[in-house]
């Protein structure tokens, strides 16, 4: 294939060449020195907050704000509308629609590249990154042939699903990396084992969390930040697995429990939690300040508050909840926490 060929579809060059993968986290971070770990906080980010490259820097922008007097962990979702695009791969293959279906994973693998560009890293850091999108490209064409016959399994639908948060995660440590902020993709894989319910899997909390924390306690107390993908895990026989839809909170709430932290911030495109819906009426009143029976309460009533497993995770810790609007971070949202003592909040005067 010649220069000019490739240039004009970037993608095939996946299939074609042999892509080494890149030494492994593990490796790398063993060789780095390591300090206490101390406070950690958790920033959970949407697919809209990560939505272009634009996004991506002004979202690591607010990691590195936090950096300085903690240590940040970040759990990242897909670019929006990218798990929808890859579920539609899987409904076209069902419709024996190969082609189509192949076009869609390129047109995927292009949108990263692109935003990959767009991030205008540093050359190393480019190099790295294109390689790793690369060969996630290369994987994904893999899930997406010319020709039949396959089957479309659940199993299949949520390896299709996983491709997302991949792609997210290695952008976003490029765009940390790109503002001094040392940072290593992590995928949740690795250390989230679940049931096998495809596309709904539910996590084994004890397994979890022992393998969690040996995957990322040596990144933090090497001052590292790790970018994780949410929304996926792994059977115990490491076939990729999902949460289920609209469980990114959820992925949030878990990734902070396991490495004991004190809050969750969730970077989303809203001010807060309201007491209904602000785009159906005027009358919407942000909350400032909920305890965990608080929000259950709004949630049982039929509230779009949080994903129904984050309010009881974070409960068993007593860890804190932000929920804050990435494009306004001078606002400052609605906290969910233990319920606090007016007696104390006065100073000891009822």
Same mark, same amino acid.
């Given at each position: 294939?010649? =220069?000019?060929?490739?240039?004009?579809?970037?993608?095939?060059?996946?299939?074609?060449?042999?892509?080494?993968?890149?030494?492994?986290?593990?490796?790398?971070?063993?060789?780095?020195?390591?300090? =206490?770990? *101390?406070?950690?906080?958790?920033?959970?980010?949407?697919?809209?907050?990560?939505?272009?490259?634009?996004?991506?820097?002004?979202?690591?922008?607010?990691?590195?704000?936090?950096?300085?007097?903690?240590?940040?962990?970040?759990? @990242?979702?897909?670019?929006?509308?990218?798990?929808?695009?890859?579920?539609?791969?899987?409904?076209?293959?069902?419709?024996?629609?190969? *082609?189509?279906?192949? !076009?869609?994973?390129?047109?995927?693998?292009? %949108?990263?590249?692109?935003?990959?560009?767009?991030?205008?890293?540093?050359?190393?850091?480019?190099?790295? @990154?294109?390689?790793?999108?690369?060969?996630?490209?290369?994987? %994904?064409?893999?899930?997406?042939?010319?020709?039949?016959?396959?089957?479309?399994?659940?199993?299949?639908?949520?390896?299709?699903?996983?491709? /997302?948060?991949?792609?997210?995660?290695?952008?976003?440590?490029?765009?940390?990396?790109?503002? /001094?902020?040392?940072?290593?993709?992590?995928?949740? +894989?690795?250390?989230?084992?679940?049931?096998?319910?495809? *596309?709904?899997?539910? =996590?084994?909390?004890?397994?979890?969390?022992?393998?969690?924390?040996?995957?990322?306690?040596?990144?933090? !107390?090497?001052?590292? @930040?790790?970018?994780?993908?949410?929304?996926?895990?792994?059977?115990?026989?490491?076939?990729?697995?999902?949460?289920?839809?609209?469980?990114?909170?959820?992925?949030?709430?878990?990734?902070?429990?396991?490495?004991?932290?004190?809050?969750?911030?969730?970077?989303?495109?809203?001010?807060?939690?309201?007491?209904?819906?602000?785009?159906?009426?005027?009358?919407?009143?942000?909350?400032?300040?909920? +305890?965990?029976?608080?929000?259950?309460?709004?949630?049982?009533?039929?509230?779009?508050?949080?994903?129904?497993? @984050?309010? =009881?995770?974070?409960?068993?810790?007593?860890?804190?909840?932000?929920?804050?609007?990435?494009?306004?971070?001078?606002?400052?949202?609605?906290?969910?926490?233990?319920?606090?003592?007016?007696?104390?909040?006065?100073?000891?005067?009822?």
């Amino acid at each position: 294939m010649s =220069p000019e060929q490739q240039e004009a579809n970037p993608v095939a060059e996946y299939e074609l060449s042999s892509v080494e993968r890149p030494v492994t986290v593990a490796e790398e971070v063993a060789r780095l020195p390591r300090t =206490p770990l *101390q406070e950690v906080v958790a920033f959970k980010f949407g697919g809209t907050s990560l939505f272009g490259a634009e996004r991506m820097l002004h979202a690591a922008g607010l990691v590195r704000d936090a950096v300085g007097n903690t240590r940040v962990i970040v759990v @990242v979702s897909a670019m929006k509308e990218v798990t929808d695009r890859l579920l539609r791969i899987a409904q076209l293959q069902g419709h024996v629609e190969w *082609q189509k279906a192949r !076009e869609a994973a390129e047109a995927v693998v292009e %949108l990263h590249l692109a935003t990959l560009r767009e991030l205008r890293l540093a050359e190393k850091d480019h190099a790295r @990154v294109t390689q790793e999108i690369r060969i996630l490209g290369r994987d %994904l064409l893999h899930e997406a042939p010319l020709r039949g016959p396959m089957k479309v399994t659940g199993a299949h639908r949520d390896r299709l699903a996983s491709f /997302g948060e991949r792609f997210s995660a290695r952008l976003f440590a490029g765009a940390l990396a790109k503002i /001094g902020v040392p940072a290593v993709p992590v995928v949740s +894989s690795d250390f989230v084992v679940t049931c096998d319910t495809f *596309q709904e899997a539910k =996590p084994l909390l004890e397994h979890t969390r022992r393998r969690g924390q040996e995957v990322l306690f040596p990144l933090l !107390e090497a001052g590292i @930040v790790p970018v994780v993908t949410g929304f996926i895990g792994a059977t115990p026989d490491g076939r990729f697995t999902t949460l289920g839809r609209n469980s990114s909170d959820f992925s949030g709430a878990l990734i902070a429990h396991i490495v004991d932290a004190e809050e969750l911030v969730i970077w989303t495109d809203v001010d807060g939690i309201f007491t209904t819906n602000p785009k159906e009426t005027a009358e919407a009143k942000l909350l400032h300040e909920l +305890s965990y029976n608080d929000a259950q309460a709004l949630a049982t009533n039929g509230a779009k508050v949080l994903h129904p497993l @984050v309010l =009881p995770l974070a409960a068993q810790t007593e860890m804190t909840i932000w929920v804050r609007n990435t494009f306004k971070p001078q606002q400052r949202g609605t906290r969910i926490g233990p319920a606090r003592d007016p007696f104390r909040q006065n100073g000891g005067v009822a």
